[in-house]
């Protein structure tokens, strides 16, 4: 069968490469496949980015060449003075491909990969007995579906602490080595799915094995978040996923 090739909206190269281009390495390439109408959508400009954020990406996948046996993981978090609870500041984190399982500790399909950028976006909330935060929650996951990148993620749906009614609703998707690509499509993500308007300021920082608990410690430290119990913040569980290391340790 001939190889199907697709023009890329990035570099302008004809792709054989379906994920990401093999001459720029954009993800907007898959766009094409699924026949979504690029101009009516915020991938192809950097004017609604976050500042900092692809920069953040990019030193990502250094450390990762820098580092070949060890998880890198890039969060981001609102500017904690905008919530009234701190550890609602929490919006998503970045992880290394290879590297992230599911909340059912599964791990995410990388195809044999090590090196890329991934993040997993998570929705639990009850069916039917709901209280404000079910609200919060399903709201978010009825706007998140109504983003032209929905169709990208792979979804799995899990009962969440043997509540049958209580529902967790997974999304990931693997940007490769597109920083760039992942900075703008995250950037819609947390203003028209958390609502955080791109002049407020967000925090991005990434960090390699060990070091990831202590940048997450001193976050804590930050905002005023108790962890004496020496346990994490219930958002590091449920909302980004699950860092393998290579040897099976779990790092959250």
């Not at 991938?43 to 692809?54: I, K, N, T």
């Not at 609870?85 to 929490?90: G, I, L, Q, T, V």
Request: hydrophobic fraction near 35%; aromatic fraction near 12%.
């Amino acid at each position: 069968m001939a190889e199907q090739y697709l023009r890329c909206p990035n570099c302008g190269a004809n792709a054989t490469n379906h994920l990401n281009c093999e001459y720029c390495g954009s993800l907007l390439v898959r766009f094409v496949e699924k026949g979504i109408d690029l101009s009516k959508t915020t991938y192809m400009s950097d004017a609604e980015v976050f500042p900092g954020l692809a920069e953040e990406l990019r030193r990502n996948l250094r450390l990762q060449k820098e580092n070949q046996d060890e998880p890198v993981v890039t969060d981001i978090d609102r500017e904690f003075g905008k919530v009234e609870n701190p550890e609602d500041s929490y919006l998503s984190c970045v992880l290394r491909t290879g590297y992230a399982a599911w909340q059912d500790d599964s791990l995410i399909d990388s195809y044999g990969k090590t090196e890329g950028l991934i993040i997993v976006f998570s929705f639990p909330y009850h069916l039917n007995n709901k209280d404000e935060d079910d609200y919060v929650e399903q709201t978010r996951h009825l706007r998140f579906k109504e983003l032209d990148s929905f169709q990208l993620f792979t979804e799995r749906i899990l009962n969440y602490n043997l509540d049958e009614d209580y529902t967790l609703h997974q999304y990931a998707l693997d940007f490769g080595s597109d920083a760039d690509g992942a900075a703008r499509l995250i950037s819609e993500i947390i203003q028209k799915v958390y609502l955080v308007p791109l002049s407020e300021r967000i925090t991005v920082q990434t960090g390699v094995g060990d070091d990831i608990d202590n940048i997450r410690k001193q976050e804590e430290m930050r905002k005023g978040i108790n962890s004496t119990d020496g346990e994490w913040p219930w958002w590091y569980y449920v909302v980004g996923g699950v860092i393998l290391a290579a040897i099976g340790k779990i790092f959250f």
